[in-house]
C-alpha cells in the first residue's frame, strides 16, 4: 500500500551543493507533480508530467530540473543550492477520471539549505 | 479574481462548535471539487469530494453552489483532532494538467 513515495525525508545541504529528491508512485499514474511549501505558505508547483517522456514547467521552476523516464519516477535536482530553496517538497500523483482527479501526496521532504 | 480564493483564518472555535468555510473558484466549467486536510507538517490527504450538489461524511459536509461558483465545508461537532488546514482544490480540466489549490483556511478547535 505504497502509493507515493519520497526519499529523503530530512536533508541538510551546502550552498551551491546539487541533490537528488526521489519520488516514486506504484499506482500506474499519468500526472506526477512536484510542489514546494514554505512555511504558512500554500502550494507552489515546481514542475509537472503528464506521462513518461514529458515533462513541463510549473510555477516556480527556477533552480530545479526534472525528469520522467517512466510511469513510476519523477525525480527533482537541485543544481547550486540557495538559501531561497529551504522549503518542504511534495511530489504528488493523479489519474484522470470523468469525475475529476484525485491527487496523492508522498509525505514530503525537508531540505534545508545552508 | 483569483482561480480558487479562501480566508485563510484561522478559526478559532470550541469543541463542539459548527464551524463553515467557503471557497470561491472562477472557472465555471469546473465538474469537480475536492476538499483537503492538511496537518502541520504533513502532507495534504483528501478529505471530501464535491461532484454535484453536495456530499455528506459523518460530521462533514461539502456543498456546491455552481450560480455563485463556490463550495463550502461544513464541521459539525468539532473535536481537537480536527485542527488543521483545509484546502480546496479544483482538478484539471479543459485541457489542462493542473490542479488548483487554494491557499487553505487554517482550523483550530480549543478545549
Known amino acids: 500500500n505504497a502509493g507515493v513515495t519520497q526519499t529523503p525525508k530530512f536533508r541538510i545541504l551546502k550552498i551551491g551543493q546539487s541533490m537528488t529528491l526521489q519520488c516514486t508512485q506504484d499506482?500506474?499514474?499519468?500526472?506526477m507533480y512536484w510542489y514546494r511549501q514554505d512555511p504558512g505558505m500554500g502550494l507552489k508547483l515546481i514542475y509537472y508530467s503528464v506521462g513518461a517522456g514529458i515533462t513541463d514547467k510549473g510555477e516556480v521552476p527556477n533552480g530545479y530540473n526534472v525528469s520522467r523516464s517512466t510511469t513510476e519516477d519523477f525525480p527533482l535536482r537541485l543544481e547550486l543550492a540557495a538559501p531561497s530553496q529551504t522549503s518542504v517538497y511534495f511530489c504528488?500523483?493523479?489519474?484522470?477520471?470523468?469525475?475529476?482527479?484525485?491527487?496523492?501526496f508522498g509525505e514530503g521532504s525537508w531540505l534545508t539549505v545552508v | 479574481r483569483k482561480e480558487v480564493e479562501q480566508d485563510p483564518g484561522p478559526f478559532n472555535v470550541p469543541e463542539g462548535a459548527t464551524v463553515a468555510f467557503n471557497c470561491t473558484y472562477s472557472?465555471?466549467?469546473?465538474?469537480?471539487f475536492f476538499w483537503y486536510r492538511q496537518d502541520c507538517r504533513k502532507e495534504p490527504k483528501l478529505l471530501m469530494s464535491v461532484y454535484s450538489s453536495g456530499n455528506e461524511d459523518g460530521r462533514f459536509t461539502a456543498q456546491l453552489n455552481r450560480a455563485s461558483q463556490y463550495i463550502s465545508l461544513l464541521i459539525r461537532d468539532s473535536k481537537l483532532s480536527d485542527s488543521a488546514t483545509y484546502l480546496c482544490v479544483v482538478p484539471p480540466s479543459g485541457g489542462s494538467y493542473i490542479p488548483t489549490f487554494g491557499r487553505g483556511t487554517s482550523l483550530i478547535v480549543h478545549p
Open positions: 472557472n465555471s466549467a469546473s465538474q469537480s
Open positions: 499506482m500506474n499514474h499519468n500526472y
Open positions: 504528488a500523483s493523479s489519474y484522470p477520471t470523468a469525475s475529476g482527479n484525485t491527487i496523492y
